[in-house]
C-alpha cells in the first residue's frame, strides 16, 4: 500500500514559500514542463517506421512536428494550471508549481500560452494542411480535457490516449507516410496502461484528500484501475505480438520483427513493478528518464527495430 506524505506538507501556507525566487522567464520554463515533452517522441514512429529516417527532408519536417506539439503541450500545460490553481495549492507536490504558489500571475501565463498556440499552429500549417488539422485537433481536445473531459470517468483516460494517438498521427503526416492502423491500436492501448496506472498512482498518493485534489478520483478505486489496468496490459502486449507476426508487416519488414517482443514485455513489467513496488507512475516522462533499466529496455528495443527495417536487403 502506497503511503500518503499529505500530511507532511503545510499545503495552504507554504505554497508560496515553497516556490523559489527564480526570474520569471525560468518559471515559465518549469510551467511548460519540458521534462513531459518526451511524450512526443511518439512523433518520430512514422519516420521510422516509414523508413524515412535517412531522408532529410522527412527528418526536418518531423523536427518540425516535434517542436510544433511541443509549443502546444505547453501551452496546454500552462492552462490546465491555471484552471488548476486553486486545488493545487492544497496538492502535497503540485503546490510548489510556479503559477498555484503565485510566482508567475495568470495573465503571464495566459499571454505565453496564446504565444505558443500560435506558434504551434503556425508551424504545423505551414509544414502542410494536414498537419495543421492534426495540430489544431490536439490542442482542442486537450483544451477539453483541462476543462471538462476529466471530470468524466473513463473518458477522461480515454482522453490522455487519444492525445497520444494523435501525436502518432501527427509523425506520420509530417513525413507523409501512411498511417497503419497497428500503430493506432498499439499506442492507443499503452497510453491507456499509462493514464490508468497515473490514476492508480494519485489515488494511493493523497488516500484520503486524494477528491479535492482531483474530483474524478472518487470515481476510482484502486481494485478498479487494478482491473483496467490488467486489460490493458494483456492487450497492449498481445496486440504488439500481433503486429509483428501479420502477413502485412512481415511483407514489409520480414520476419524479424519478433525478436524485439522481449523488449515490451521486460519494459511493461518493469513500469507495473515500479507501479506496484517502488510507488511509482505519477510521471511517465520521469519514470522514463530516471530508472535505468526501463531507460535501457525503451532505448535497445528502437534500435533493434531500427536495425531490422533498416537492414541491408
Known amino acids: 500500500m502506497a503511503r500518503s506524505t499529505s500530511s507532511k506538507v503545510p ?6 514559500a515553497a516556490a523559489p525566487g527564480w526570474p520569471t522567464a ?3 520554463i518549469v510551467s511548460v514542463r519540458p521534462g513531459q515533452w518526451t511524450k512526443n517522441l511518439l ?3 512514422g519516420l521510422l517506421f516509414g523508413r524515412r529516417l535517412f531522408n532529410p527532408a522527412a527528418v526536418f519536417a518531423a523536427v518540425v512536428a516535434f517542436v510544433a506539439f511541443c509549443a502546444l503541450s505547453g501551452a496546454v500545460y500552462l492552462v490546465n494550471d491555471v484552471l488548476d490553481r486553486e486545488s493545487d495549492r492544497r496538492h502535497p507536490l503540485k503546490a510548489r508549481r510556479p503559477i498555484a504558489s503565485g510566482a508567475i500571475s495568470v495573465a503571464t501565463a495566459v499571454g505565453t500560452a496564446l504565444g505558443l498556440v500560435v506558434m504551434g ?3 504545423s500549417f505551414a509544414l502542410n494542411i494536414r498537419l495543421g488539422v492534426v495540430a489544431a485537433a490536439y490542442l482542442a481536445l486537450l483544451t477539453l480535457y483541462s476543462g471538462l473531459l476529466k471530470h468524466i470517468v473513463i473518458i477522461d483516460v480515454l482522453t490522455i490516449a487519444l492525445g497520444f494517438v494523435l501525436r502518432a498521427v501527427a509523425g506520420a503526416v509530417a513525413v507523409d507516410v501512411e498511417i497503419s492502423h497497428w500503430l493506432l491500436v498499439c ?3 499503452l497510453a491507456l496502461f499509462i493514464a490508468l496506472a497515473k490514476r492508480r498512482h494519485e489515488l494511493l498518493l493523497l488516500t484520503g484528500t486524494a477528491t479535492s485534489h482531483r474530483p474524478i478520483l472518487s470515481e476510482y478505486t484502486p481494485y478498479l484501475l ?3 489496468i490488467g486489460v490493458v496490459t494483456a492487450s497492449t502486449l498481445i496486440a504488439y505480438v500481433f503486429y509483428t507476426i501479420s502477413p502485412e ?6 520476419p524479424w520483427l519478433g525478436l524485439t517482443i522481449p523488449f515490451p514485455l521486460y519494459g511493461i513489467f518493469r ?3 515500479l507501479v506496484h513496488q517502488r510507488e511509482g507512475g505519477g510521471s511517465p516522462a520521469d519514470l522514463l528518464l530516471t530508472d535505468r533499466p526501463l531507460l535501457a529496455s525503451v532505448a535497445l528495443w528502437a534500435l533493434l527495430v531500427a536495425l531490422i527495417i533498416y537492414r541491408p536487403l
Open 11 to 16: 499545503l495552504s501556507s507554504a505554497a508560496v
Open 249 to 254: 508487416t512481415q511483407m514489409k519488414f520480414g
Open 26 to 28: 525560468l518559471n515559465l
Open 121 to 123: 499552429l503556425a508551424a
Open 271 to 273: 513500469y507495473l513493478y
Open 187 to 189: 499506442t492507443i492501448l
Open 226 to 228: 487494478d482491473q483496467m
Open 43 to 45: 512523433i518520430f514512429a
